[in-house]
């Protein structure tokens, strides 16, 4: 399904990310999109999310539309080169490994060296009768970009253009790298 259709169809304010990918784009063409309809619980009210990461020959899109308390909406664009992907990661599920079929579900995750996201726990010593304060340990990873369809959840034809995308970022990751 190409980018526009993908839009429309998740009916979350398609004129408005249409018009805001179109000025982002600049003319581009879309080469590979993924849409990601959430929601989110705020102090009891329902809040939708919008995330549509869009490929280019030269750049990737990500625009993040937000529903807003009074009914309004806010919509944040960031725009990357290509050469600013400093790689990128997946995780498929799989129903039949065996005889590798059946993908489920994909995450992808585009690390565009902008934002990290650090994961804090408590540290501990091998011994169980300890009660010492050791402090904590921290892993930080790339956090930029992470989409995750599930064809449960979104349908098999977005699990499909997940993993066009995916390929479509290989395939700029390998012109850029040979």
Known sequence: ?????????????????????????GGEAPVASLCQVDAAFDRGSVFRHLTVATL??????????????DGGA??????HRSADIAGYSTMEILDDPQR???LSEITVAVNLRGT???????????DPDCA????????????????RVSAA????????????FVEALAALMGVRGG
């Open 116 to 126: 990290r996201r650090i994961e804090l726990e408590p540290a501990h010593c091998d």
């Open 153 to 164: 959840a979104d349908g098999e034809d977005a699990l499909a253009e997940a993993e066009e």
């Open 56 to 69: 280019t020959r030269d750049c990737v899109v990500q625009l993040h539309v937000d529903e807003l308390e």
């Open 1 to 25: 399904m190409d980018t526009w259709k993908r839009i429309d169809r998740t009916g979350f304010y398609p004129q408005v990310v249409k018009q805001a990918l179109r000025r982002a784009l």
């Open 132 to 147: 010492a304060d050791h402090g904590y340990t921290a892993q930080s990873f790339p956090d930029d970009l992470s989409i």
């Open 74 to 79: 806010s919509v944040a664009t960031s725009i």
């Open 100 to 102: 590798a079929r059946g």
